[in-house]
């Protein structure tokens, strides 16, 4: 089945420590986007990349970083720079162009919480 | 600055009513409109969409509205079940755009 994989589920992390989110997809999309949802503030664009080794910042991109390797996998690092990085971590596939009727394809989420 | 506006964040119905969840925008650029469900600890799915050639998009027991003049959009739920619990997230794309502007969302909880 097709579809995106997001590990783990749960992830616990140090003040001080960088940490990586894995995302996966096998839909052979282009375009993979990270958001972050917190209580009552929806859903909020991180980065998001159209095209493998190219990435564009979004809306709050300040202490995360991305890279894209592989047309398949998009992981976003949460670094010490994060000052709030308590949430869950959503990460979306689309096609190119336009993208499909059903816009986005996102994974079950992670989990992220600093203790 | 807010693009996608979402101004109840909570709805609560009797099961076999309707439930009715607004969304309000205000670029103008956006052509295409999306409606998503989501349960706790879970990514979102996809509901039903627009386009802003449309006024009107049915299916099955969801129906959504278009308002351009107006900049607004809603969605119909008849009748409503418990299963229907959840949060609702309006999203919105411009034309030649990938990427979505979401709502913050409308928790929705329909009593048995």
């Known amino acids: 089945d097709g579809g995106i994989t997001q590990s783990p589920k749960y992830l616990f992390r140090k003040e001080g420590q960088n940490v990586t989110l894995s995302c996966e997809q096998n839909l052979n999309h282009d375009a993979m986007y990270w958001y972050r949802q917190d209580p009552g503030q929806g859903l909020r664009l991180i980065y998001y990349s159209q095209i493998v080794n190219d990435f564009q910042k979004g809306d709050i991109a300040e202490g995360y970083s991305v890279s894209r390797e592989k047309k398949e996998s998009f992981p976003l690092t949460v670094t010490s720079a994060q000052k709030n990085p308590t949430a869950f971590y959503l990460c979306a596939s689309t096609p190119a162009g336009y993208g499909t009727n059903y816009g986005y394809t996102f994974g079950s989420g992670t989990r992220l919480t600093v203790v | ?112």
């Open chain 2, 1 to 112: 600055d807010q693009q996608v506006k979402q101004n109840s964040p909570s709805l609560s119905v009797q099961e076999g009513r309707i439930s009715i969840l607004n969304c309000d925008y205000t670029n103008s650029m956006f052509d295409y409109f999306l409606w998503y469900k989501k349960y706790p600890a879970e990514g979102p799915t996809f509901l039903i969409s627009i386009s802003s050639i449309k006024d009107k998009n049915e299916d099955g027991r969801f129906t959504v509205f278009l308002n351009k003049s107006a900049k607004h959009l809603s969605l119909h739920i008849v009748p409503s079940q418990p299963g229907d619990s959840a949060v609702y997230f309006c999203a919105a794309r411009k034309g030649g755009s990938e990427k979505l502007v979401f709502g913050k969302g409308t928790k929705l909880t329909v009593n048995p």
